[in-house]
């Protein structure tokens, strides 16, 4: 399965592509949203919250590590968790949020800033999402789904197309 790859050349064109994950979002999805601060993944979280008509201003979660919306009536989630485990101090913190929960969420979809924060503790199944400056404006993304085998094939094909309708 090739990773997905593309470049971005403003805020809005991440957030773009934002709009065009969010269409290919289900229930049960998890994106871990791996890069560098200011790598863009706040821009791309706020990009899916907005086509899932999510009214409320959508911010990394400061305090409480997790922010979770209703996402709008004709949505193809039920609700989105957003985590931000750049603050994490321990296992503890994961434990009072749920974390386990998080990660095979039923009635959402959860994206995960900074996962790698949480050590080891991932799911069975997820997409990364890597995103790195290329340039003041510039932004390379790639998309690689995880287990690397067959079961992800009509999905990354179906996340490709509706990637494509936003980048030429
Ligand atoms: P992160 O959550 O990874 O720390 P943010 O999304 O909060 O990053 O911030 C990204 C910053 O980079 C913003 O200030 C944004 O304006 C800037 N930026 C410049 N070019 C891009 C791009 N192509 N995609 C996303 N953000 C970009
Ligand atoms: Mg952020």
Redesign the pocket.
């Known amino acids: 399965m090739p990773a997905l790859e593309l470049v ?4 809005e ?2 957030a773009a592509v934002g709009a065009a994950v969010a269409e290919w979002l289900r229930d049960g999805d998890v994106l871990l949203l791996h ?10 979280a706020k990009g899916i919250a907005a086509a899932l008509r999510i009214d409320a201003v959508v911010s ?1 979660p400061t305090f409480s590590l997790v922010n979770e919306y209703d996402a709008g009536m004709f949505a193809p989630v039920t609700r989105l968790y957003h985590l931000d485990l750049f603050r994490l101090r321990g296992e503890d913190d994961l434990a009072s949020i749920g974390f386990t929960e998080l990660l095979a969420p039923v009635d959402g979809a959860t994206l995960v ?1 900074w996962p790698e924060r949480a050590g080891g503790l991932l799911p069975g199944r997820y997409l990364l999402i890597e ?1 790195e400056a290329a340039g ?4 390379q993304l790639r998309f690689t789904p995880f287990p690397a085998d067959g079961s992800w094939t009509e999905r990354m094909e179906a996340l490709r197309a509706v990637i494509n309708q936003v980048v030429e």
């Open positions: 971005t050349e403003s805020q064109a991440t890069g560098d601060l200011g790598a863009g993944k706040t821009t791309l990394s800033e995103l003041v404006d510039r932004r």
